[in-house]
T-cell receptor
Framework: RKEVEQDPGPFNVPEGATVAFNCTYS??????FFWYRQDCRKEPKLLMS???SGNEDGRFTAQLNRASQYISLLIRDSKLSDSATYLC??????????FGKGTKLSVKP | NAGVMQNPRHLVRRRGQEARLRCSPM?????VYWYRQLPEEGLKFMVY????????ESGMPKERFSAEFPKEGPSILRIQQVVRGDSAAYFC????????????FGAGSRLTVL
């Protein structure tokens, strides 16, 4: 089983739609989780950290379910500029990050 | 604050040549991580270095790849005798503490092997 698993997509949605991504992780000892965004041929950028209590940042909501070992990201009111690959990430030992392969989102007008 | 600087941004090599990729961490950061991203794949951890020390090289291929982070100067990822399968984006990230999973990424170096 891969360390961090995501549906690669692509998710093709119209502007204004709500879209949800899930990811699962295999290491139950993991403490830190994140969602990163990566635009084509660019470096990954931190979108938000993920907490058990759930956290929201504008149109983005992230949730962690430790019992089921999955993480979710909800994007409301999708914009064209949200088109990107969304990377599910868990924190490793020694400050490292372990990345999923990413879920590709394409928002259409 | 210039952020994490990587160069060259693009590098073309023929099979059998050597590739050297450089990474200057953010000011005040002494922890450097290298990742490789193959086409259509996720980022894979390669190596974690602190000044003059390799802390974790569990993701490095056993042959042809090496990394260093000298006391002075940038971190260098060196690939000897490149093969076509080495074509990828190589990202460097730096951290201030090496503890908190807070990494700042550079723009990456794209290696193409002909």
């Amino acid at each position: 089983r891969k360390e961090v698993e995501q549906d690669p997509g692509p998710f093709n949605v119209p502007e204004g739609a709500t879209v949800a991504f899930n990811c699962t992780y295999s290491n139950s000892a993991s403490q830190s989780f994140f969602w990163y965004r990566q635009d084509c041929r660019k470096e990954p950028k931190l979108l938000m950290s993920v907490y058990s209590s759930g956290n929201e940042d504008g149109r983005f909501t992230a949730q962690l379910n430790r019992a089921s070992q999955y993480i979710s990201l909800l994007i409301r009111d999708s914009k064209l500029s949200d088109s990107a690959t969304y990377l599910c990430v868990r924190g490793g030992s020694q400050g490292n990050l372990i990345f999923g392969k990413g879920t590709k989102l394409s928002v259409k007008p | 604050n210039a952020g994490v600087m990587q160069n060259p941004r693009h590098l073309v090599r023929r099979r059998g040549q050597e590739a050297r990729l450089r990474c200057s961490p953010m000011k005040g950061h002494s922890h450097v991580y290298w990742y490789r991203q193959l086409p259509e794949e996720g980022l894979k951890f390669m190596v974690y270095l602190q000044k003059e020390n390799i802390i974790d090289e569990s993701g490095m291929p056993k042959e042809r790849f090496s990394a260093e982070f000298p006391k002075e100067g940038p971190s260098i990822l060196r690939i000897q005798q490149v093969v076509r399968g080495d074509s990828a984006a190589y990202f460097c990230a730096s951290s201030q503490t090496g503890q908190d999973n807070v990494l700042t990424f550079g723009a990456g170096s794209r290696l193409t092997v002909l």
